[in-house]
């Protein structure tokens, strides 16, 4: 069962709603603007007309707010944007040096030089046109049957694309050391189940632009008016009916919810209409002996529509994957229609990201340590991971305290929370193991050919630990990641090179700012392991109930008075925050700055260092 990775969400220092006005180095080219520099922590941005014992939030960040709105290009700005921005052009030195004619460049920087490269060939991306997309249009047109739409989506998935559902390893949350095979809910075009159920105006409205949008993508795939809006039709009754199978947000939030794990014969009997061996093999795993099937109700929706819809339905299901996922990376008209849905219909960015922005996230997320590994050669060096971890061995301690001093906790249990706590695997800034990708081949071509070849690449990798041990030497995100996250399964939080740089961890800065940012942003994610989900987790990253009932009892009673207070909330217009969903968040952020708070001052010997800057 895959419990993704608890990633950190929110922000303690400022907003994201709204930009760091910062010294600015020379701009790498002339067409673009300057680059921000790197956002630090600045005693300007708390605006000392407020009073922080009523409104501690503005009084933080409220000249940082008024000073920054949201650039067109985003839906959202905060220190985590800037930051990400600060990274993507370190990571543009990088590849524009890779990638520049006539470089004398080894194995890696050839890889990434090229995969970007091709990516900012424009000229050729336009030229090309619907090409990249033509073999796999023309398969589907030749389908018979429902077996042979399983079997084509097999081979798009290997590809990266995100028909009928989608399919990798993961750990068994029942052994934590074994890997295996899971299938989950998805293949839909919108966000999430929600959109295509719920009945008010808003909801409406969106689900009427999708549509729009689907008969205009389907247009420039050289549809008639009449043959793209039948198409958009088609595509919006299977993706509804397999929404309303799909589970809520809230229950995938269970982890015995989405561990299902079951043999062949039980899956075949769940879901008959998929022909489950023909599409392991093609999907390149060959037969399998049993599988977590996160989402029961999905899969028995999916076997409905498999029966039920005609072969011109899932055509054009199929037809709109293809042209959905690899809009992105067509010609301009494709990337331009593609933004006017989920760029500004869906999220609110009024702007297209400059195409070097789009490309130099297209090879993070593509060659990962490819990439990651020069990253972190130029940003982040042994010393700011050796103070890290110092760090993160005081808020260690902290938690440790703290659990010695709960009084609701019985003494069974706290050896246990203890023990949890004792065996935390802490990942700082980079693996200790890089990924070959020596069998990768990347060359100056196609663009969409290079995406294709790295998407079944770590496809292809991620299914070879299928059945073998779990090596928790590996990481989930890039190196560049401005984020931070708590594993269960694995019991391990990980802090990537990324979000180690200013505002969050500055080597330049003293104890306080540093607790109080990425400080944080660790006490969050060792919260995490205690929270309603990683509670469920024993130190061996197992599912299993290690509280007693007393204990548990207690905390479930306290963990549903933080969801009470949460659902109050009322953050826009009517929008009520949902407290069960955001639950794990809001523990993760009220847990890591307390025990942030009692680091420092363990750091500092009980006594905090003079005030700066009043």
């Known amino acids: 069962m895959k419990l993704r990775p608890v990633l950190l969400t929110t922000l303690l220092i400022a907003s994201s709603r709204t930009s760091l006005a910062a010294d600015v180095p020379k701009a790498l080219s002339k067409s673009e603007p300057p680059a921000a520099a790197a956002p630090r922590f600045d005693t300007k941005f708390i605006d000392t007309t407020v009073n922080p014992c009523a409104d501690f939030y503005q009084y933080a960040c409220g000249t940082w707010l008024k000073a920054n709105p949201v650039p067109a290009e985003f839906s959202i700005w905060g220190r985590f944007s800037e930051l990400l921005q600060s990274n993507q052009h370190e990571l543009r030195k990088i590849l524009e040096a890779a990638s520049a004619k006539g470089a004398r460049n080894d194995e890696t920087h050839q890889k990434i030089g090229d995969y970007y490269g091709s990516c900012m060939d424009e000229a050729r991306v336009e030229a090309d046109g619907m090409k990249p997309i033509q073999p796999a249009l023309a398969r589907i047109a030749t389908l018979k049957d429902a077996d042979g739409v399983v079997l084509e989506s097999a081979r798009l998935r290997r590809s990266g694309n995100s028909a009928l559902f989608p399919f990798g390893s993961t750990q068994d949350a029942r052994d934590a050391r074994e890997v295996i095979a899971e299938a989950d809910q998805g293949g839909l075009g919108l966000p999430d189940r929600d959109y295509y159920t719920k009945d008010d105006p808003k909801s409406k409205e969106l689900r009427e632009k999708y549509v729009r949008h689907m008969t205009a993508m389907f247009r420039l795939a050289g549809d008639t008016p009449e043959s793209a809006a039948a198409e958009a039709a088609r595509v919006m009754a299977i993706e509804t009916a397999l929404a309303k199978g799909s589970m809520t947000r809230v229950e995938r939030r269970d982890p015995e919810k989405v561990y299902n794990r079951m043999k062949m014969a039980e899956l075949q009997t769940l879901a008959p209409a998929i022909s489950w ?9 060959g037969p399998l002996a049993s599988i977590n099937i996160a989402s029961p109700s999905y899969f028995k929706a999916l076997d409905e529509q498999l029966k039920s819809a005609s072969i011109d339905d899932w055509k054009s299901y199929l ?24 760029g500004t219909a869906l999220t609110g960015a009024k702007e297209l990201q400059p195409r070097w922005k789009r490309c130099v996230a297209a090879t993070d997320r593509g060659l990962r340590d490819l990439l990651g590994k020069p990253y972190v050669d130029a940003t982040f060096g042994a ?16 938690m440790d305290d703290d659990l010695g001093k709960i009084t609701w906790m019985d003494d069974e249990t706290r050896v246990k929370a203890k023990a949890k706590l004792g065996t935390f695997v802490n990942k700082i800034g980079y693996p200790d193991k890089w990924v070959d990708y020596g069998k990768l081949e990347i060359k100056r071509q196609s663009w969409a050919s290079n995406q294709g070849n790295a998407s079944r690449f770590e496809f292809d990798r991620d299914l070879r630990k299928v059945g073998k041990p779990l090596d928790k030497t590996e990481w989930g995100m890039t190196p560049p990641t401005v984020n931070a996250s708590y594993s269960p399964e694995k019991n391990q939080i990980s802090f990537p090179a990324g979000i180690l740089q200013p505002p969050f961890f500055d080597k330049k800065m003293d104890d306080a700012p540093n607790f109080g940012a990425i400080g944080g942003v660790i006490g969050h994610e060792i919260s995490h392991g205690f929270d309603d989900q990683g509670s469920q987790f024993d130190k061996d990253g197992n599912l299993k109930n290690w509280w007693s009932e007393k204990s548990g009892a207690e905390f479930k009673r306290r963990a549903a008075c933080v969801e009470k207070q949460f659902s109050e909330y009322v953050p826009v217009d009517d929008l009520h925050v949902n407290g069960k969903l955001t639950l794990g968040e809001n523990i993760g952020d009220l847990g890591g700055l307390k025990i942030a708070h009692a680091a420092l001052v363990k750091a500092q010997a009980g006594k905090l260092s003079s005030k700066v800057d009043g």
């Open 383 to 398: 010393d700011g991971k050796e103070r890290m971890l110092k760090m993160v061995l005081l808020l260690e301690a902290a």
């Open 277 to 285: 061996d023909r599409y392991f093999v093609e999907a390149g795993v």
């Open 319 to 342: 037809r709109w994957k293809i042209i959905h996922d690899e809009a992105s990376r067509l010609s301009s008209a494709f990337v331009n229609e593609n933004f006017a849905f989920y």
